[in-house]
């Protein structure tokens, strides 16, 4: 509570490099985080031509430098981002987030950030590159399910081949393909994802153990089942090369 959810900061504050030590940013005062907020809401409600993308960046990037709460203002400023696209019909969060990417390329994030703010509140900033990295994201986290996709897609008619190979019951194949992805698995996840009953999952697991494709761990209700070395090869032998494409350099050499 100490940190005053859910209420605009009090007073001023300063985002710190934890690193260095150095003040990276010095959001504007506190008596300009209510209009200013409220002027971001009445952008947002506003119709434009805008691309959907470009104004989910330019909100986040707004909340950001506005910086409006005492803490969680990055995680909030992601969220409005995602709500923005997702307000477009683009519901699923795999498809408007870009919070995986960003976790993956979180000191580019910082950066760009540090490079369009300069330290403190200044509006006339250009966003261009903010933009152009938010678009990138977008694209290359595009990119990483549509590999993710097909990837999941060849583990999966493998391990229903090994099904049929090993006579194990076509409902263990969601189940064994948890396991080859690296995905924890137990009776009851079992038995949610084949429907069945207790003493059928038990009795299903008992059987893929003894055919190899799964290892026990633990006794009783603290029992886990890890993925058998077949079933880890098949996943290693489904994995494709990374895109790292920028788009802007694809558009180029078009």
Not at 157 to 184: K, T, Y
Request: net charge positive; glycine share 6%.
């Amino acid at each position: 509570m100490s940190k005053q959810p859910g209420q605009w900061r009090p007073g001023s504050i300063f985002v710190i490099n934890q690193k260095s030590g150095e003040t990276v940013y010095d959001g504007p005062d506190v008596e300009l985080v209510n209009p200013l907020a409220e002027e971001l809401v009445q952008y947002l409600k506003k119709k434009t031509d805008e691309p959907t993308e470009v104004r989910a960046a330019l909100a986040h990037l707004n909340l950001t430098m506005i910086h409006p709460f005492k803490d969680g203002n990055g995680r909030m400023a992601r969220a409005l981002q995602t709500l923005v696209i997702a307000q477009d019909g683009i519901l699923h969060p795999v498809f408007s987030s870009i919070e995986e990417w960003l976790g993956q390329n979180t000191e580019e994030y910082y950066n760009v950030l540090a490079y369009t703010g300069q330290g403190k509140w200044n509006p006339s900033r250009d966003t261009q590159v903010w933009v152009r990295f938010c678009l990138k994201a977008h694209y290359q986290q595009a990119a990483t399910l549509i590999r993710r996709n097909e990837e999941y897609s060849r583990v999966y008619d493998a391990v229903s081949a090994l099904v049929e190979q090993q006579h194990l019951p076509e409902r263990s194949a969601v189940s064994l393909f948890d396991a080859a992805i690296g995905l924890r698995l137990t009776n009851s996840r079992y038995r949610v994802d084949a429907e069945v009953s207790e003493l059928t999952a038990s009795r299903d697991l008992k059987r893929i153990c003894d055919a190899g494709l799964l290892h026990p761990v633990g006794e009783k209700r603290g029992r886990t089942y890890r993925a058998s070395d077949e079933l880890l090869g098949i996943r290693k032998a489904s994995r494709m090369p990374r895109s790292t494409q920028d788009p802007y350099q694809i558009v180029v050499r078009k």
